[in-house]
């Protein structure tokens, strides 16, 4: 009787996470935001709903940075996104510009899309301006957190999404941008948005 025995390679993942704040003890390290005319905002951190979330912003970018990325293949973003107050879709400004929210990776716009605090508002996401015209509230995880400002005294004034993307990179350094064209212009109390819990994982997959 001959015995033969069969190797089996399992498939291997590397995992490394290079960017991670929870903006209680970091702060804004790595982060730099900018104005709408380009000037470096000072600090931008506040609490909200027990807990400090970077923002608020309104026709503001924030970028963060990371760098020294080990060898990698794949890099994921997450985060908890907070849209605070009377966001309104797809619903067209006077100027033509929709609540706008943009994801860059790179410099390269990756996701464009629009969220909606109002019943009679439409949003593109899940999905890509112009898209689609997707219900309020679409894939929100939570729509019943307060107002942060205009709606501060109402209990259903900022929804709460989670947004996680992955996608194909091997350089050792990587830039991550988020902005907005929030109208109008400048209505940080009308409008805003927040971020908390940012994490940036490269993966090597073998």
């Known amino acids: 009787m001959v015995a033969v025995l069969i190797g089996c390679t399992k498939k291997l993942t590397k995992t490394d996470v290079v960017y991670e704040n929870d903006f209680e003890r970091l702060g804004q390290d790595s982060v ?10 000072t600090s931008k951190i506040f609490n909200f709903n027990g807990s400090k979330v970077l923002g608020p912003f309104n026709n503001n970018a924030v970028i963060f940075k990371a760098k020294n990325i080990p060898d990698h ?40 899309t629009t969220f ?11 999905q890509w301006y112009p898209a689609a015209d997707n219900p ?18 109402s ?7 989670k947004i996680v993307q992955s996608f194909s990179h091997g350089s050792d350094k990587f830039e991550l941008s988020l902005s907005d064209a929030l109208q109008p212009f400048a209505a940080i109390c009308e409008k805003s948005w927040s971020i908390d819990d940012l994490k940036i994982t490269a993966y090597k997959y073998y």
């Open 32 to 41: 730099t935001i900018f104005d709408f005319y380009g000037l470096v905002t």
């Open 136 to 153: 309020t509230y679409s894939n929100a995880i939570d729509i019943k957190l307060p107002g942060r400002c205009a709606w501060k005294d």
């Open 73 to 112: 293949n794949v890099l994921e973003i997450s985060f908890d996104l907070y849209i605070h107050d009377g966001w309104q879709g797809n619903t067209k400004a006077s100027n033509g510009v929709p609540d706008l929210f943009v994801m860059k990776y790179d410099g390269n716009t990756k996701f464009l």
């Open 116 to 126: 909606a605090n109002q019943l009679a508002s439409k949003q593109s996401y899940p």
């Open 155 to 161: 209990t259903q004034g900022t929804s709460f999404y």
